[in-house]
Structure formats: structure tokens, C-alpha cells
């Protein structure tokens, strides 16, 4: 319990911008208030504000009205309570684990657009498997971006891991046979390998990366054991069209949702669920490579919601 309210705090912290939206918000508009369709209403275009999303926001509220008309619902404080037990189901419960190969490394294939966060939610993964006693190589498979090696070459640094690179502008399929060779061969427990920023509307880019993936798997079978998209939570919607469109062709297992702190509009976190049936693994809190949790439906409700 007492790790529950740890995570519980550090996420209330994460998530001061959209407490102070929604949560205040929600609270003043429904306490102390009757409970009617107009008070529904207020409710589902708070929550369509906080980016919640029309295909979730219809979702938590439908039992609502539901229980309401049928005279089951009748206080508002209930309401709050209703909204909390309805977005925990639809978020999925408890934390989903991360896949892990029965022998050799377990490879990370990271993807998503620049500026999204990649490089820094791949520092933050890093991270988290070195705390937890695991070894970690990175493989630097975005060569088409001026910078892009160097900036994961100066997390490497500060992390103390090791990146595989290539020459800028080489074949990222060409780096990532390096690293996952380099991975097999020095034995280490996890290859997080980054891509090149690519646009979910890029079908050249999106070929290369089923050719990493091709040249991973013949490298370490079952190859990549997970592949994660990065989304920037500050840019609401586009970051679910973003998870629409990527879990089509990239074969997206979970997602890293970055930059949560930085937005006022957490409830994208409910959208991109609904709408992807993706579970988000991870959430980006901060700036630091430990601002970073494991995703909790739960500790995340009540984080958002709760006193």
C-alpha cells in the first residue's frame, strides 16, 4: 500500500496541470449540486476540454445516465465515484507488463514522430531497467537526423550504457543488425533500439522500419519483444490520430505517453485507450531520466481524480 501512495503521489505531481483543469473543475461543478441533465452535460464537456475524446467521454457517462434515468443515480456525489470506476475499466486495470524473452536480450524497438520525446523516454527506459540491476545497449538506428545519434550518445554518457551508431544518413536496418548482434554477443538483458522520427503518413519510412524489425528477428528470435510508440500528451488529439495510424503498420505493442506534466489535458490517456485498444506501459512525468512510471489504471485514476 505504502508503494501505491508513492506512485499515487508522484503521478498527482505529473499531473498538476490537469488536476487543476479537470479534477477542481469536476469537483466544484458536481459537489453540492443536483444531480439532472443539465449537470451531465457540464460533466461531458468538461471532459470533451480535457481531451478525453467523444468516443470515451460517451463511454463513462452512458452508465451514468443510464443509472440516472432509471432512478439508480441520484446524489451528484456518486457521480464522481461513477466516473472513477468507469475509467479505471476502460483504462484496463492494473499495470501491463512488460514482454521479456525466455533467452537472450529482450529487444525494445521504440518508434514515433520527432519532438515527440523518443530520445528522452528512451533515456528514461534505460534508466529504469539499470535501477532494476539489468544491462542495457542502445542502438541508434535514427541516422537521417542531424544530432539525433549525438543527443543518445550523451544520455549513454550520463546513463553509463552503450550505443551501437552507425555513419549519418547510412542504413538504419544495416545499425540495428550491429546492435542486435552486438546485444546476442555481449549477453546483455535489453537493446532499446531507436528509429528515425517518422510521420505516420511516411511509407518509405514506415517500410524501413518493418525491415529493422526483419533484421532484428533473424538476429534474436522473437525479435522485437516489444515495440513502443512514443506520444506527446500536449498534443491531445493528434496524439491518438498519431496512435491510430501507427498501429497499423507498425505493429505497436504499447505505448510511452511523454511530456504528461506538460499538459492540461491528461485525459488523452482515455482517448488513445478507447480508441487503439493499445495499452499505455508507460507514462513520462518530468524531465529527469526517473520521472517515468509504469502505467497503473488505478494509481492513474486515482491520481487524477482522488482528493
Same mark, same amino acid.
Given at each position: 500500500?505504502?508503494?501505491?501512495?508513492?506512485?499515487?503521489?508522484?503521478?498527482?505531481?505529473?499531473?498538476?496541470?490537469?488536476?487543476?483543469?479537470?479534477?477542481?473543475?469536476?469537483?466544484?461543478?458536481?459537489?453540492?449540486?443536483?444531480?439532472?441533465?443539465?449537470?451531465?452535460?457540464?460533466?461531458?464537456?468538461?471532459?470533451?476540454?480535457?481531451? #478525453?475524446?467523444? +468516443? +470515451?467521454?460517451?463511454?463513462?457517462?452512458?452508465?451514468?445516465?443510464?443509472?440516472?434515468?432509471?432512478?439508480?443515480?441520484?446524489?451528484?456525489?456518486?457521480?464522481?465515484?461513477?466516473?472513477?470506476?468507469?475509467?479505471?475499466?476502460?483504462?484496463?486495470?492494473?499495470? #501491463?507488463?512488460?514482454?521479456?524473452?525466455?533467452?537472450?536480450?529482450?529487444?525494445?524497438?521504440?518508434?514515433?514522430?520527432?519532438?515527440?520525446?523518443?530520445?528522452?523516454?528512451?533515456?528514461?527506459?534505460?534508466?529504469?531497467?539499470?535501477?532494476?540491476?539489468?544491462?542495457?545497449?542502445?542502438?541508434?538506428?535514427?541516422?537521417? @537526423? /542531424?544530432?539525433?545519434? @549525438?543527443?543518445?550518445?550523451?544520455?549513454?554518457?550520463?546513463?553509463?550504457?552503450?550505443?551501437?551508431?552507425?555513419?549519418?544518413?547510412?542504413?538504419?536496418?544495416?545499425?540495428?543488425?550491429?546492435?542486435?548482434? +552486438?546485444?546476442?554477443?555481449?549477453?546483455?538483458?535489453?537493446?532499446?533500439?531507436?528509429?528515425?522520427?517518422?510521420?505516420?503518413?511516411?511509407?518509405?519510412?514506415? @517500410?524501413?522500419?518493418?525491415?529493422?524489425?526483419?533484421?532484428?528477428?533473424?538476429?534474436?528470435?522473437?525479435?522485437?519483444?516489444?515495440?513502443?510508440?512514443?506520444?506527446?500528451?500536449?498534443?491531445?488529439?493528434?496524439?491518438?490520430?498519431?496512435?491510430?495510424?501507427?498501429? @497499423?503498420?507498425?505493429?505497436?505493442?504499447?505505448?510511452?505517453?511523454?511530456?504528461?506534466?506538460?499538459? /492540461?489535458?491528461?485525459?488523452?490517456?482515455?482517448?488513445?485507450?478507447?480508441?487503439?485498444?493499445?495499452?499505455?506501459?508507460?507514462?513520462?512525468?518530468?524531465?529527469?531520466?526517473?520521472?517515468?512510471?509504469?502505467?497503473?489504471?488505478?494509481?492513474?485514476?486515482? /491520481?487524477?481524480?482522488?482528493?
Amino acid at each position: 500500500m505504502g508503494l501505491f501512495r508513492s506512485v499515487i503521489s508522484k503521478l498527482k505531481a505529473g499531473l498538476t496541470r490537469t488536476r487543476q483543469a479537470l479534477t477542481s473543475g469536476l469537483r466544484s461543478l458536481i459537489l453540492g449540486r443536483r444531480l439532472d441533465e443539465a449537470l451531465l452535460a457540464d460533466v461531458e464537456k468538461m471532459l470533451l476540454e480535457a481531451d #478525453v475524446g467523444v +468516443a +470515451a467521454t460517451r463511454r463513462l457517462l452512458e452508465g451514468a445516465r443510464d443509472d440516472f434515468r432509471a432512478g439508480k443515480l441520484t446524489r451528484s456525489e456518486d457521480l464522481l465515484e461513477h466516473l472513477k470506476r468507469e475509467l479505471k475499466t476502460l483504462l484496463g486495470g492494473p499495470a #501491463v507488463e512488460m514482454a521479456q524473452s525466455p533467452s537472450g536480450p529482450t529487444v525494445i524497438l521504440v518508434t514515433g514522430i520527432n519532438g515527440a520525446g523518443k530520445t528522452t523516454s528512451i533515456a528514461k527506459l534505460a534508466a529504469k531497467y539499470r535501477a532494476a540491476g539489468k544491462s542495457v545497449l542502445l542502438g541508434a538506428c535514427d541516422t537521417f @537526423r /542531424a544530432g539525433a545519434v @549525438r543527443q543518445l550518445e550523451i544520455w549513454s554518457e550520463r546513463l553509463g550504457v552503450e550505443v551501437v551508431k552507425g555513419q549519418q544518413g547510412g542504413d538504419p536496418a544495416a545499425v540495428a543488425f550491429d546492435a542486435a548482434k +552486438a546485444a546476442a554477443a555481449r549477453n546483455v538483458d535489453v537493446l532499446i533500439i531507436d528509429t528515425a522520427g517518422r510521420l505516420q503518413t511516411q511509407d518509405p519510412l514506415m @517500410r524501413q522500419l518493418g525491415k529493422i524489425r526483419s533484421v532484428i528477428g533473424r538476429q534474436i528470435p522473437g525479435a522485437p519483444h516489444e515495440t513502443l510508440l512514443v506520444l506527446d500528451a500536449t498534443t491531445g488529439q493528434n496524439a491518438l490520430r498519431q496512435a491510430e495510424e501507427f498501429s @497499423r503498420h507498425a505493429q505497436v505493442t504499447g505505448i510511452f505517453l511523454a511530456k504528461l506534466d506538460g499538459t /492540461a489535458k491528461g485525459g488523452i490517456v482515455a482517448a488513445i485507450r478507447h480508441g487503439t485498444q493499445i495499452p499505455v506501459k508507460f507514462v513520462g512525468v518530468g524531465e529527469t531520466p526517473e520521472d517515468v512510471e509504469p502505467f497503473d489504471a488505478d494509481a492513474f485514476v486515482e /491520481a487524477l481524480l482522488g482528493e
